[in-house]
């Protein structure tokens, strides 16, 4: 039996505890998924939130696998120069659906990721960057966002942030992912002109970007409030105020991570990480 019960969680016939127990008395079985947690537990499983993923082609993969292969030689320090950039959203209702998955710490399989479908509306979508010495300049995008906008981006929050921390254009390395916008002839130019080095990024790579987790950490601390914000007004305003309490300490650890990200990509052969 608790062969079985392994075996159908690594297959992903059961989803969770629960679908186990009720499939299991289909059975003839009756176990609770109490029973079924502690046994999971017990056999080396842990309960993770289902990383939202963009799907993989064997192109992707392999420019995922050659970017690892490039920088396992990077240590902490090396990281501690890249300026994490991405873009998010935040919701004034609810949350953006996160779904759990058992998994014992191999690779993850198809089942326990959860796809990403874009979309937008009726939230704010936000700009920042994640820096060694602490969170950056936050961005409230209005509208869509052309070369234009991104550069007016760059020259405000971006350069704030290196003028805040006392940095220099040209030790830094600025990452930001393969969107058109942002790889566009136009930016490249205005990067070359200002002399900050691009870090060339692989495509649909959140689980290598540490700035996904810190948005995890805002969106999460937006949820403690009591109360649901009257507008959109007072969202920018709680947003504004978790971004500028997260502190150092919580962005040198998610940086610290960077060697072990890079080395989870590379082993999964450019596949999916738990990152």
């Known amino acids: 039996m608790c062969r079985r019960i392994l075996r159908n969680f690594n297959s992903g016939n059961y989803k969770n505890a629960s679908d186990a127990t009720r499939k299991l008395l289909e059975d003839g079985e009756n176990i609770s998924a109490e029973t079924i947690g502690r046994f999971l537990k017990e056999s080396g499983y842990a309960a993770i939130h289902k990383p939202k993923v963009l799907p993989l082609t064997k192109h992707r993969m392999k420019e995922r696998y050659e970017f690892a292969r490039a920088h396992l030689s990077w240590t902490i320090d090396d990281w501690k120069k890249v300026i994490f950039s991405d873009e998010t959203k935040?919701?004034?209702?609810?949350?953006?659906?996160?779904?759990?998955?058992?998994?014992?710490?191999?690779?993850?399989?198809?089942?326990?990721?959860?796809?990403?479908?874009?979309?937008?509306?009726?939230?704010?979508?936000?700009?920042?960057?994640?820096?060694?010495?602490?969170?950056?300049?936050?961005?409230?995008?209005?509208?869509?966002?052309?070369?234009?906008?991104?550069?007016?981006?760059?020259?405000?929050?971006l350069m704030k942030t290196i003028d805040w921390y006392d940095l220099q254009n040209e030790d830094i390395v600025f990452q930001q992912d393969n969107a058109s916008t942002h790889t566009a002839k136009k930016i490249s130019k205005w990067l070359e002109n200002n002399n900050i080095t691009v870090l060339r990024w692989p495509p649909h790579s959140p689980d290598l970007n540490p700035i996904e987790n810190l948005w995890s950490i805002l969106k999460q601390r937006l949820l403690q409030y009591e109360k649901q914000p009257d507008g959109m007004l007072e969202l920018w305003s709680r947003t504004e105020n978790v971004w500028e309490s997260i502190t150092q300490n919580e962005c040198q650890k998610l940086i610290e991570s960077m060697p072990k990200r890079i080395k989870a990509v590379y082993n999964a052969k450019g596949g999916h990480t738990k990152y």
């Not at 998955?101 to 509306?121: E, P, R």
């Open 90 to 157: 935040v919701n004034r209702i609810g949350s953006d659906g996160l779904q759990w998955t058992w998994t014992n710490g191999d690779k993850l399989k198809v089942f326990q990721v959860q796809h990403i479908i874009k979309h937008g509306g009726g939230s704010l979508i936000l700009w920042g960057c994640l820096t060694w010495y602490g969170v950056g300049y936050l961005s409230n995008i209005k509208g869509s966002v052309n070369s234009d906008f991104y550069i007016g981006i760059l020259e405000d929050e």
